[in-house]
């Protein structure tokens, strides 16, 4: 009998798509990988993944595509061209999740939320030709999810990617993971994740969890015993992952992340005034207060962790000259690598609806208009300025964030502070990576050939 066949594809935002990457820092379809492992072994998988090839018509029975906001356009372009064949197109991920109703008219099937409850229903309904429009299921209090198909991403990859926990109890108002993956911080149990870990042959990992130690007495001993049995079962990475900064308060936590193979930690910071922090509702940032933010990134490179900084510009209590004093602070600060994100309404979120609210998103041409929701354009009209002057202002201020020399006099700086040459590796890496995102269409990009050159 003639296998069934499922066709995942990973779409790519046409911007992000004209960077030269280094692919050392891209990271694989993690969704997709999931949902490939959930599916029976009487399908055959396939995946396409537009970071690496272009996408060419393949037949199949079933297409199952995931994409970011930034890359949903993409994905209902190639729906259409499955639809058009008569094969049915089913849309998962964070964007179809926030906004279902949109994605329906493009595809055929929307999953709203985690596949781990729905994909084995799903493929039965679409076995009995009984497919319904949405699926979607309430999450309990732990997860488990399969080993993710890893033999299924491209070999190019530098990296591999695990997810220990779901969720986020605060509610930032920029953020959609407390909405998506909902408002408790749930589980993996570590035995699972440590089982997982195990047959990951990259040496280098990204734990993609949005916070790897959570902030409540339980949850960072679970990270404890996570950094011990990666430890205790001889387990050699070297990993990154992404903090809240009560992530430095436990040295049993940086001893513990740094022994199993901690490198480098992204950190929410957003802004370096209380006020920027208050519009936000980065309640955690504002508890640790802003003048102690330098003591936790010391406390974080004495364990040999280098930190990156993602910060926020476009604020509404921005104006030009804090746009310059976040690049200042960022710049004078012991923060490794620079995130200078504009601020964007990412569908689904509370700044979404009130900058809806007051009339103030500019590109609303959608889906062509999602395309624009990066990270690194203006697609709402700031509060005071226009916003051509804040585009304007981004330009100067990555080019001062991501100075060439000041990018090499940043790696020897954390290769001293750090005294880890992985950490400093990375953070230099992670400059690049962002200098590229941010100017590599306006000024020459970095690429392997040019990266130790004419420095
Ligand atoms: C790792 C990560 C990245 C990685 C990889 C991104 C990727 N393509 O997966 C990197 C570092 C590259 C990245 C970059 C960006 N990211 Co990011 N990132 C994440 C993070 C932290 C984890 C994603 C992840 O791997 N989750 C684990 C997997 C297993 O979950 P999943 O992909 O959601 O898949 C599950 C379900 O969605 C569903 N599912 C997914 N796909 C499909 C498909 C089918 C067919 C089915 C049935 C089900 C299904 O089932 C899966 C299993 O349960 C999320 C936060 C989060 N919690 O989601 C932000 C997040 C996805 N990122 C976000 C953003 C904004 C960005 C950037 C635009 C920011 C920037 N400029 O830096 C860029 C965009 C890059 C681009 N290419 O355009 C936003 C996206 C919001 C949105 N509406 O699009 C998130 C949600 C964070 C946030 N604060 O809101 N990111
Ligand atoms: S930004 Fe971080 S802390 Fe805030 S809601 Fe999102 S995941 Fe949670």
Known sequence: MRRKKLLLINPINAFTREVPFLTESLSPPLGLGIVAALTPKDWEVQLIDETFEDFVFTDADLVGISALTSAVRRAYEISAVYRKHGIPVVLGGIHASMMPEEAMNYVDVVVIGEA?????????????????????????????????????????????????????????????????????????????????????????????DDNIIGTSRFSIERAKQLFQGIIDRGIEKDWVCQASMNFADDEEVLRLASESGCRTVLLGIESEITEGLKLTNKKLNMRIGTDHYAGVITRIHKYGISV?????????????????????????????????????PLPGTELYKRLQKEGRLTATNYPDDWDRYHCFDVVFEPKNMSAEVLKTAMIENWEKVWDKKLIYKKFLQTLKLTKNKTAANWAFFGNIERYNLALGKIREPFTSDNLFVNK
Not at 126 to 140: A, M
Not at 150 to 163: E, S
Not at 177 to 185: D, L, Q, R, S
Not at 323 to 333: F, M, N, T, V
Request: with cysteine.
């Open 116 to 208: 781990e409850g729905v994909w084995h229903e799903l493929l039965h309904d679409f076995e009995q030709g009984t497919l319904k429009k949405t699926y979607q299921k309430e999450t309990g209090r732990m997860f488990h999810s399969p080993v993710p198909r890893r033999d299924l991403f491209h070999k190019n990859y530098g990296l591999a990617n695990i997810q220990t926990t779901r969720g986020c109890p605060f509610a930032c108002d920029f953020c959609s993971v407390h909405i998506f993956n909902g408002p408790a911080y749930r589980f993996r149990p570590v035995e699972e994740v440590l089982d997982e870990l195990e047959q990951i042959d990259h040496k280098r990992v990204f734990f993609v």
């Open 308 to 344: 990156i900084g993602a910060m926020i510009y476009g604020l509404d209590t921005d104006h030009p000259e804090s746009l310059r004093a976040r690049s200042e602070y960022l710049i004078g600060s012991e923060i490794d690598t620079h995130q200078a994100n504009i601020l964007t």
